[in-house]
C-alpha cells in the first residue's frame, strides 16, 4: 500500500460533526507538511488545512473555528476533526503531503496538490 487510506466520512445533519483519518503509508507524518484537501462536485480541488512536523497548522478561511488538524507520530495517522458542519462541507476529503518540506510555508498547497500524493478520499455529506 503506497498510497494513502482515508475513512471516516459519512452523511450529517448541518450542526454535526465527523472525524477523518488518514493512514498515510509512503511518508512518515512526522517529517513533513501534511494536510486536507477537498473537492466538491464541479468545484477545483481546495486545500482545507495543513500540520508541519512541528505541529504549526494552517487553515483556509472555511475551515477556521470550526476544523482542527492532528497527527499521531506512533501510529503515522493524520487526522481532521470537523464540527459544525454546513451543507457547504459537502466534498470528497483527501490527505495530502509535501515532501519537499517540514514546515507548510510559501507554496505549500501547490506542493501538495503537485505531489500528487492521493488516496481514494473520503465522501462527507452534511445536509441541511
Known amino acids: 500500500q503506497v498510497e494513502p487510506v482515508e475513512s471516516g466520512g459519512g452523511s450529517v445533519q448541518a450542526g454535526g460533526s465527523l472525524r477523518l483519518s488518514c493512514t498515510a503509508s509512503?511518508?512518515?507524518?512526522?517529517?513533513?507538511?501534511m494536510g486536507w484537501f477537498r473537492q466538491a462536485p464541479g468545484k477545483e480541488r481546495e486545500g482545507v488545512v495543513a500540520?508541519?512536523?512541528?505541529?504549526?497548522?494552517s487553515y483556509a478561511d472555511s475551515a477556521k473555528g470550526r476544523f482542527t488538524i492532528s497527527k499521531d507520530n506512533a501510529k503515522n495517522t493524520l487526522y481532521l476533526q470537523m464540527n459544525s458542519l454546513k451543507p457547504e462541507d459537502t466534498a470528497m476529503y483527501y490527505c495530502a503531503a509535501d515532501v519537499t518540506a517540514r514546515y507548510c510555508r510559501g507554496g505549500f498547497w501547490q506542493r501538495m496538490f503537485d505531489s500528487g500524493y492521493w488516496g481514494q478520499g473520503t465522501q462527507v455529506t452534511v445536509s441541511s
Open positions: 509512503r511518508y512518515t507524518v512526522s517529517s513533513y507538511c
Open positions: 500540520i508541519a512536523s512541528d505541529g504549526s497548522t
